[in-house]
C-alpha cells in the first residue's frame, strides 16, 4: 500500500537533517584545517536542504542539481543567509571550498538517497530504502568524526610550538615552512625524555604478557571446551567473574602484597601481573573457537596414535592460528596500554612502560605538545599493528578441512 505524503515529504525532511550533517562536518573541518573561523548556519541549511531534497532527480543525472546547489552555496556564503558562515577575514577561496563544497556534499547524497523513489506516493519499501540510505551515510559520517577527530587534534598539538599554542589553542593548522622543524616535539621525546627505553619496556612486558596469556589459555580453553570434567559448565560459565570485579577495586590489596614482597618498582612484578588482567578474557576467547573446530580431526589424529597433546600442538594449533593471533593482538593492545597498574607500581623513571612515561609529560612545566607526541607514539605501533593482522586474523583456515 502507498501513502501519497511520503514522496513529498520524505525528500525534504531528509535533505534538511542531510545539510544539518554536511554543514556541521564542513565547518568542523574547515575550522580544524585552516584556523579560521566556519560555523554551520541554521536557515541557510534549512532552506537549501529542503530545497535540494525536493527537487532531488529520482533518475537521470544529478550534476545539474549539484552543479546549482554549489553556485547558491557559494553565494549565500557571503550572506548572513548561508548555510555556512564564513569569518570577515576569510578570501574568496575559502567561500568557494565552503561554499561550493557544502553544496556538492549534499545534493549527491540526497540524489543518491532518494534514487528510485517516485514523486508521488511510495511503498513501504521505497520509504525504508531511503531512509536507510540516510541513516547508513549518517553513520559513516558520525563514526569516522568520533575516530579521526581527536586523533587529528592529538597529531595536530604535536606538531606546535609553544607560541603557536599561546597565540591560538584552537588553530590545527600546519605551517610547512618550518620542515623538518614539525618534529622537533619527537626528537626532544627521545633525546631528552629517554622514550626510546619506554618503548622498548612496554614492548617486551607486552610479547611476555602475549607468551604467558597463551601458555596458560591454550590448555585450559581446551581442556574447558573438549575434556568432561565435574564443575566443566561452571568454569566455562566462571571464566569472565574477575571481570565483575572492577581494577581499582584491588588496586590497594595489589600495591601492598607487592610492596611487602619487594615486586613494586620491579619489570618482573609488572609481568606477573599483567597476565592476571588477559587470561581470563583469552581463556573465553579460545574456548569458544576450540569448540568450533570439528572434532572429527582430532579424533582421527588420536586413531593414528597420537597423544592429547601432540594432538593440541599438531593439529589443534594449527587450525587455531586465526584466533590466536587475535587473541595475542588484543593480549598485546591490553598490555601496551595498560596504565592503573604501571602508574600504581613504578616509581623509577628507568622502568616506565610507555604509558607511565606518558603520564609523567602530563606537567605545568612541560610544554603541551610533548605530551601529545607522546599520545602519537603510543598509538602508531599499535594502530599499524592491527592494521597488518587484520586481514590474517579474519581469514579461515579451518575451510574444507571436513569433508561431506
Known sequence: MKALWYGYVTGPILGVLWAFVVATAIAVL???????????GLWGSVAMG???????????????????????????????????HVAQNVGVGGHVVAGAGFGVALAWPVSVMMAGCPRG?????????????????????????AVAIPFYVMVMTSLKTQGELIANPLDFSIDFSRGWGLFRSYEELFSDFNFGRYMWTSFYVSVLTVLITLLFSIPGAYAVARLRFRGQRALSRSILLIYMVPMIVLALPIYIAFSMTGLRNSILGIVMIYPVTTIPVALYMLQGYFRGLPAEIEEAGLMDGLNRLQVIWKITLPLSLPALASVSLYVFMIAWNEFL???MLLDDPSKFTLTRGIASLNSSEIPRQHLMAGAVIATVPVMALFLGLEKFMTRGLTAGSVKG
Open 30 to 40: 574547515l575550522s580544524f584545517s585552516t584556523g579560521e573561523a566556519f560555523r554551520p
Open 341 to 343: 597498574l604501571a602508574f
Open 50 to 84: 529542503g530545497l535540494v531534497g525536493l527537487a532531488a532527480p529520482r533518475n537521470g543525472a544529478r550534476w545539474l542539481l549539484v552543479l546549482g546547489a554549489a553556485v547558491i552555496g557559494t553565494a549565500l556564503s557571503y550572506t548572513g543567509f548561508g548555510p555556512i
Open 121 to 145: 506516493a511510495l511503498d513501504r519499501h521505497e520509504w525504508e530504502g531511503a531512509v536507510i540510505r540516510f541513516l547508513t551515510g549518517f553513520g559513516y559520517i558520525f563514526f569516522t568524526a
